[in-house]
């Protein structure tokens, strides 16, 4: 059984930065694709960005091209995700994710973590 622990999340001034962590448990994590998502109030849920077993990247949307970065540490069982210049609009929930292959969509993630607070002051 896969379990994902996320942490880092908090209250942070617009342009300021965040690193997100999430430990998983079990042996399987240098074979799983690990992927951050978030959700804004009364919105759904969205890709922020992917990591797969290989090391490739992946980004959603532009707004946070050049802005966030997504990295695993196998040894640690830890992907992270490094979000500078933080706007007011990325002000969300930021779930971490897990998947065996296949496109980077809601209803691939096959393990999910319970999610960590980002707010982002105007």
């Known amino acids: 059984q896969v379990q994902l622990a996320e942490s880092g999340g908090g209250l942070v001034e617009t342009g300021g930065s965040l690193r997100l962590s999430c430990v998983a448990s079990?042996?399987?994590?240098?074979?799983?694709?690990m992927g951050w998502f978030r959700q804004a109030p009364g919105k759904e849920r969205e890709f922020v960005g992917g990591v797969w077993w290989s090391g490739g990247t992946s980004y959603g949307p532009d707004s946070v091209k050049g802005r966030f970065t997504i990295s695993r540490d196998n040894a640690k069982n830890t992907v992270y995700l490094q979000m500078n210049s933080l706007k007011p609009e990325d002000t969300a929930v930021y779930y971490c994710a897990a998947k065996y292959g296949g496109a980077w969509d809601v209803n691939n993630m096959r393990h999910w973590g319970k999610g960590t607070p980002v707010t982002v002051s105007s």
């Open positions: 079990g042996r399987t994590f240098s074979t799983m694709d």
